[in-house]
């Protein structure tokens, strides 16, 4: 780690989760750093919008008590007090019946499975959580594993649905590590010691975490550019050049002693042009997932799950998120808060439909769930489509991962697909700028310090 004060200049493209933790990281190392982002705030996956008359979360967002990098860090930007936790239960839409699946109890009694059928799904929860060696899982596909394991009755009446629920088809392509990093996450309070996963939020929603995040890296001096998207990364005689574009149309060139990407990998194999052409395959050919996820404000109370799996077929979205299920009332003014996922492909056409046509089918899925609902309860409706949210961990994914160097000594990439043996979450992602940290501090010591600081020009201006 560099232990001296260092006034080499970095600039983090993007400010979600990972690019925000690595500027505060290297900020507090004595880096100069400013952060790009694209949007015109900052949060990435994880900011907040408006539906309807609150603010809350664009995508929904749940932290488990055993997210200790997460829980840390917001210990450390002053948070670490405003977290409530809570028991939630699960619930699971199967022969167009709502069932609690919350506890063993009710699991051993859930209808839609036989006796048999169960004690081998229990095994599967219960081995996978108990291996080691992910490795070897990622040779296998996740469809032949828990087939393997739960038979094939099982496996298409629970597993396949859940499967296609998060993957759509991908699942044909994904490995069993997926399954493993999913049971892992969820048993991963249980290791530590407690008998029950509690589930927690920060009051205010992630606004409040990204708002703090924001004045921790303005304490530790890093300049925050939002609604400018970096459009070019080139690397100079000494140096790296970054242009970028406002909102406004006005495009400028800044210089830096090192950049640090921290987008998903085709942005990155777009934005810097002299990477080699095999780096540039290797960024291409990762598979990612997007999602079509509805924020839907509700009159009325749903199931009370905060989860609720579907396992019938032919519902538009993949799953039912009660947010008001774990949130306080009082954080959302009252109403209730649900959200409807759909997760695609990143080329799905669902994309880019129509806010009307997406809002009619969802809406329809969700009254056939919930026969007590009508138009009348619903008080707003909002649409996120995101083509790029996750990695696809497919047949030996590890193999396959860009590192953090690259041919070029003054770009580094750190991005979420390179965590290859979790599921996605801002945990994770936290955790990957901390193990990060070494090499890309080694790769900014050694990168050329002729250009520090820079003050932009302006190169032109088109809007
Ligand atoms: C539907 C959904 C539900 C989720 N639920 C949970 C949950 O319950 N719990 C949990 O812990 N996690 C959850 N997550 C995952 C969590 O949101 C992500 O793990 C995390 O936010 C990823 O952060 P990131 O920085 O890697 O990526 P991103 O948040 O995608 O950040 C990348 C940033 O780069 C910016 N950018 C892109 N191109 C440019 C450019 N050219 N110039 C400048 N900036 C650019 C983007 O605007 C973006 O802000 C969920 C995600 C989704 C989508």
């Not at 990622?138 to 998060?166: A, H, I, N």
């Not at 210089?255 to 002299?274: E, G, I």
């Not at 969802?362 to 083509?387: C, H, K, N, W």
Request: charge should be neutral; hydrophobic fraction near 40%; aromatic fraction near 8%.
């Amino acid at each position: 780690m560099s232990s001296a004060k260092s006034s080499k200049s970095v600039c983090v493209v993007g400010a979600g989760a990972l690019g925000l933790t690595t500027a505060l990281k290297l900020a507090r190392r004595g880096f100069d750093v400013t952060v790009v982002e694209r949007a015109s705030g900052i949060g990435g996956l994880a900011d907040a919008w408006r539906v309807g008359d609150i603010t809350w979360d664009r995508h929904y967002h749940v932290t488990l008590l055993s997210d200790s990098h997460t829980r840390t860090l917001a210990e450390e930007i002053g948070i670490g007090d405003r977290f409530d936790w809570r028991e939630t239960r699960t619930g699971f839409y199967s022969e167009s019946k709502l069932y609690s699946m919350s506890n063993s109890v009710e699991f051993l009694k859930f209808p839609p499975l036989r006796f048999l059928d169960k004690i081998r799904l229990g095994f599967t929860i219960f081995y996978c959580a108990r291996i080691k060696n992910w490795r070897r899982l990622e040779k296998v596909t996740v469809g032949d594993w828990l087939t393997r394991w739960s038979g094939k009755r099982t496996f298409e009446s629970m597993w396949l649905p859940l499967l296609k629920s998060k993957l759509g088809d991908n699942y044909r392509d994904t490995s069993a590590a997926f399954i493993w990093a999913t049971i892992n996450r969820m048993y991963a309070a249980r290791r530590s010691g407690l008998k029950k996963e509690m589930f927690g939020y920060v009051r205010g929603g992630y606004a409040t975490f990204n708002d703090a995040l924001g004045r921790a890296l303005d304490a530790a001096g890093v300049r925050l550019q939002t609604g400018v998207a970096v459009k070019s990364v080139v690397p100079l005689d000494a140096g790296v050049s970054v242009t970028t574009q406002r909102e406004s149309g006005l495009v400028e060139e800044s210089k830096f002693d090192h950049v640090v990407m921290t987008v998903q990998t085709p942005v990155t194999a777009a934005l810097v042009p002299n990477l080699s052409d095999t780096e540039k395959r290797r960024l291409n050919d990762i598979r990612y997932m997007g999602v079509v996820c509805a924020s839907v404000l509700l009159k009325k109370p749903l199931g009370g799950y905060y989860v609720t799996n579907i396992t019938d077929p032919g519902f538009p979205f993949t799953g039912v998120i009660e947010m008001t299920a774990l949130v306080d009332a009082d954080q959302v003014d009252g109403h209730h808060l649900v959200y409807l996922p759909k997760y695609v492909s990143s080329d799905d056409p669902l994309l880019k439909a129509s806010d009307e046509d997406i809002k009619a089918s969802f809406l329809q899925g969700l009254f056939r769930m919930y026969p007590q609902l009508t138009e009348e309860d619903v008080e707003a409706f909002r649409i996120s489509r995101v083509s790029h949210v996750m990695a696809l961990p497919t047949i030996d994914y590890s193999t396959k991962v860009p590192g953090v160097a690259t041919s070029l000594s003054g770009v580094s990439v750190v991005t979420s697909a390179q965590i290859v043996n979790g599921t996605l979450n801002v945990n994770e992602t936290i955790a990957l700028a901390e193990r990060s940290l070494p090499e890309l501090i080694k790769r900014i010591d050694a990168s050329s310090a002729t250009h520090i600081n820079e003050e932009a020009h302006e190169l032109s201006a088109t809007g």
